[in-house]
C-alpha cells in the first residue's frame, strides 16, 4: 500500500509560482512512475504532467508546458511540481498519483494510488 501526500497549495496571484510537493511512503518510490492531475469545479480530473522513474523522462499537458516543471528526488521520496506564470484557469485541486510501471502514462485508470489533493487557486 502506498500513501501520497500532497502539500504547496494556495492563493496566488496570476503570473506567481507555486511549488506543490508530494511524499510517498510504503512502497519503492524509485521505481513508481509518478502523475500530477487536478480538477476543477464541476469538471472532470485531468492530466497535468508525469515523470519516469528513472532516467527520469517527462511528459506535459500542452495546457502547462513551457510554464509548470515535474522532478522528482528519490532519496526523499517526494515528487514535485513547479507551477510558473499561474493562471486563472489553474485554479483546481491537485492529485499526485503513482503507478507500479515506472512508464509514463496519462490516463487516470493508468494510475495505482492517488493523493487526497492539495488546492491551488489563482486570482486574476
Known amino acids: 500500500q502506498v500513501q501520497l501526500v500532497e502539500s504547496g497549495g494556495g492563493l496566488v496571484q496570476a503570473g506567481g509560482s507555486l511549488r506543490l510537493s508530494c511524499a510517498a511512503s510504503?512502497?519503492?518510490?524509485?521505481?513508481?512512475?509518478m502523475g500530477w492531475f487536478r480538477q476543477a469545479p464541476g469538471k472532470e480530473r485531468e492530466f497535468v504532467a508525469a515523470?519516469?522513474?528513472?532516467?527520469?523522462?517527462?511528459y506535459y499537458a500542452d495546457s502547462v508546458k513551457g510554464r509548470f516543471t515535474i522532478s522528482r528526488d528519490n532519496a526523499k521520496n517526494t515528487v514535485y511540481l513547479q507551477m510558473n506564470s499561474l493562471k486563472p484557469e489553474d485554479t483546481a485541486v491537485y492529485y499526485c498519483?503513482?503507478?507500479?510501471?515506472?512508464?509514463?502514462?496519462?490516463?487516470?485508470?493508468?494510475?495505482?494510488?492517488w493523493g487526497q489533493g492539495t488546492q491551488v487557486t489563482v486570482s486574476s
Open positions: 515523470i519516469s522513474w528513472s532516467p527520469s523522462s517527462t
Open positions: 510504503g512502497g519503492t518510490f524509485s521505481t513508481y512512475a
Open positions: 498519483a503513482s503507478r507500479g510501471s515506472g512508464n509514463i502514462a496519462t490516463r487516470l485508470s493508468s494510475y495505482d494510488y
